[in-house]
């Protein structure tokens, strides 16, 4: 089984510099794919010192962007993504691969609390794991770890899925789940960073991140999200023709536009259940 590691980097010189050897020191065999993301420093240079395949990109394309090159460029049956900045060990690498072994598709290194950005990163992802779970029907530990191995063939098959962005592990994950491909999570310890400090941006990604809970939704089964949505419209659209009833005896138009929204939220969940499905189908 041959094994492709693909490390998306970004301004990423000293995170490579240790990354790297230790990779090439426990994985002699493995491919290694450094996809340089529109950097400004020496990143290339790292990366192409310690023998990666470099794959540079003129400017900057987004965090999902350099994975969908990586992917398609790999050569290996099994690809591991990590970051470059430190954070993941080569060590941890033979984890995800004995898991893999055990028949999955997809393995998962899943991050304790303290290998959470800060607190209120922790908090979202928590969030984001208990809706995903509710969504799936399966534990999800942790839905946005860009540490993971995957098989190469099942994973290329949603690449026009993935967003350029940074929320490609979320997607990728309710995909695998969508398409009914075993997936697994192993716990791991995750190592402070080093060089640049962390590349989101609390505002601009914090809206974003709020956006992966619709997302979640949409990749999977949107009518576990529009069917709840319309009946609490229901419900309170009962609820205030109840009230304007009892104080002035007539049918009002809120309530009217209430029920009507039950039915539109609904029909809206129901067409996007059939559009999700269709983009799942396989054609040979």
């Not at 607190?119 to 779970?133: D, E, I, K, Q, V």
């Amino acid at each position: 089984m041959r094994v492709s590691v693909v490390l998306p980097a970004k301004n990423e010189a000293e995170g490579l510099a240790r990354t790297l050897p230790a990779l090439r020191e426990q994985w002699p065999q493995a491919e290694l794919i450094v996809v340089d993301d529109g950097s400004s420093d020496a990143t290339a240079a790292v990366a192409a010192g310690h023998g990666a395949r470099v794959l540079s990109s003129p400017y900057s394309m987004g965090n999902g962007a350099a994975i969908k090159r990586g992917a398609r460029a790999a050569t290996g049956d099994v690809i591991v993504f990590m970051d470059a900045d430190g954070q993941h060990s080569a060590a941890h690498i033979g984890l995800l691969l004995e898991k893999l072994d055990e028949g999955y598709d997809m393995v998962v290194g899943a991050r304790d609390g303290s290998g959470q950005a800060n607190f209120h990163r922790g908090l979202a992802n928590s969030f984001y794991n208990r809706l995903a779970s509710w969504m799936t029907g399966h534990e999800i530990l942790d839905l946005t770890s860009g540490f993971r191995a995957v098989r190469a063939d099942k994973f290329r098959e949603f690449l026009h899925l993935l967003p350029n962005g940074f929320s490609y592990p979320t997607t990728s994950t309710m995909a695998f789940f969508r398409s009914a491909y075993p997936v697994a999570y192993v716990p791991i310890p995750v190592a402070k960073r080093v060089g640049n400090g962390s590349h989101i941006r609390p505002i601009k990604d914090g809206i974003r991140f709020l956006l992966i809970i619709f997302k979640i939704a949409t990749l999977y089964s949107p009518l576990k999200l529009f069917a709840p949505t319309a009946a609490a419209f229901f419900a309170l659209g009962v609820g205030y023709y109840a009230y304007t009833y009892a104080t002035m005896g007539r049918f009002t138009n809120m309530s009217t536009l209430l029920f009507s929204a039950t039915v539109i939220i609904f029909l809206i969940g129901l067409i996007s259940e059939q559009i999700t499905s269709l983009t799942y189908r396989r054609f040979e």
